[in-house]
Structure formats: C-alpha cells, structure tokens
C-alpha cells in the first residue's frame, strides 16, 4: 500500500479512537489476544493495529487497494463510531438498574420510637434538646438526622391535634 493510503487508514483509525474516548491501538492489542483462532489476514490486521508503527509496517506490506474498495471501505470506518455507540446504548439499557438515592437511615419503626422516647422524656421534666440528645444516643442517630425527624414528627402532630382543639 502507498504511504499516503496508509497515512489516511491511521489517520481516520486515530479519529475513531478520538469519537468514541478509546485508545485503538490498546484496544486492538486486546483484541488481539481474543481472535488468535480467527483467520490469519484479520489476525495479521489485529497484531498490527497493536501501535500506530506496525499498523503502518502492516500497510506498508500489502497491495494498494482498488480506488472504489478503499473509499468504500474508508466510508465503512467512518460508520464505525455510530455502529459501536448504538450498540453501547443497546446493551446499557440491558443492564440491571440500581436503586437510586440513599437508603434511610433510620427505619419508619426505630423513627417512631426515638420521637416516642423524645416525648416520654420531655414528659419527666427534661428539656427538649437534652431529650433529643439522649435518645440520638440511645438509638445511635446522627444529630441532623434526630432533629429532621422530630420536625417531621412535630409537623405530623400538629396536623393530628389541631382539628380536634379548634373551637366551633
């Protein structure tokens, strides 16, 4: 193959590797090691295509191309980036989902019962925050997490009594 048809397989194989975010030449090399059992020309284009010197060896060997194959062949691995991207999207959409957002850190139940205890103590004479602060301990629960809780449970507290106090 001339020099200068060499130049433009590199030079579009380079592009490719720029579309799609891969090193080609690593990814040939692993290819590589995958195809041995395959046919000894694509074998030969796979060893080859291991670093931008053998590659061009390897075109450097073989015959020029006809003009209407090489321009059929260049438009084929120009397609290349699609064909691979469309295909990532494919198999992406197979694999399994994972659940989004964080798990709770505490459960509906412990929640329940850390506000329970909230009241409890806040019923025997100590004060709001110290209440908090000793069932946070109690039940291990970080203080942000004790003080959303309660705000939530006050919210839902309010919303229970307020029908029932409200004078007709």
């Known amino acids: 193959m001339k020099p200068e048809t060499g130049k433009r397989f590199i030079q579009l194989w380079e592009v490719i590797g720029q579309q799609i975010g891969l090193d080609m030449y690593a990814q040939m090399r692993k290819l590589d090691r995958l195809i041995q ?10 060893h080859a295509a291991g670093s931008q010197q053998r590659l061009r060896g390897f075109l450097r060997k073989i015959e020029e191309p006809s003009p209407e194959w090489l321009e059929k062949y260049l438009a084929a691995l120009q ?23 964080r798990k709770p850190a505490v459960t509906p139940d412990v929640a329940d019962k850390a506000c ?10 100590r004060s709001q925050s110290q209440a908090l602060k000793e069932v946070r301990e109690r039940y291990n629960i970080g203080p942000r997490t004790m003080y959303r809780l309660w705000a939530k449970w006050q919210e839902v507290r309010k919303a229970l009594i307020s029908p029932l106090t409200k004078k007709a």
């Not at 397609?79 to 957002?101: C, D, E």
């Open 79 to 101: 397609s290349l980036p699609a064909i691979l991207r469309t295909g990532m999207v494919q198999y992406a959409a197979q694999l399994p989902r994972h659940k989004q957002g």
């Open 116 to 125: 329970a205890d909230v009241y409890a103590l806040i019923g025997q004479g």
């Open 37 to 46: 059992r395959y046919g000894n020309k694509f074998k030969a284009f796979c």
